[in-house]
């Protein structure tokens, strides 16, 4: 029974092979990690935003300028009154000011027997 004797076994140590495996899954995490916070980042950038009523009230207000300069006294007394209940505080607005006394200037819509205040 010569030659018989212990196989040539190399230790590696206890729990190195289980150090390399928490390594490994600890890496993993990090990079899943970062990976979903960058995907979560890249939606967040793309979601439209709303513009908020001042913004809406300031187009509104664009529009009743360029009504009001063509004569269109209706849609300008709409559009400013539409500016108004979004955003109040424009209505001190020295291009708001001079527009309302247009209005109040312009003759009547045709049957309505009122001035357009």
Not at 54 to 64: G, I, K, P, S, T
Not at 88 to 112: F, K, M, Q
Request: proline share 7%; net charge positive.
């Amino acid at each position: 029974m010569a030659g018989l004797g212990a196989p040539n076994v190399v230790a590696t140590g206890p729990g190195r092979g289980t150090r390399t495996r928490w390594l490994i899954a600890v890496v993993a995490a990090a990079l899943g990690a970062l990976i979903w916070m960058g995907v979560m980042k890249r939606q967040e950038n793309e979601r439209p935003s709303r513009p908020t009523a001042r913004a809406r009230a300031e187009l509104l207000r664009d529009d009743a300028i360029q009504e009001c300069a063509e004569a269109r006294w209706s849609e300008c007394k709409i559009s400013l009154d539409a500016a108004r209940r979004l955003d109040p505080t424009g209505e001190d607005e020295a291009r708001v000011i001079e527009a309302r006394r247009h209005l109040a200037a312009s003759p009547a819509p045709p049957g309505s027997g009122q001035h357009l205040d």
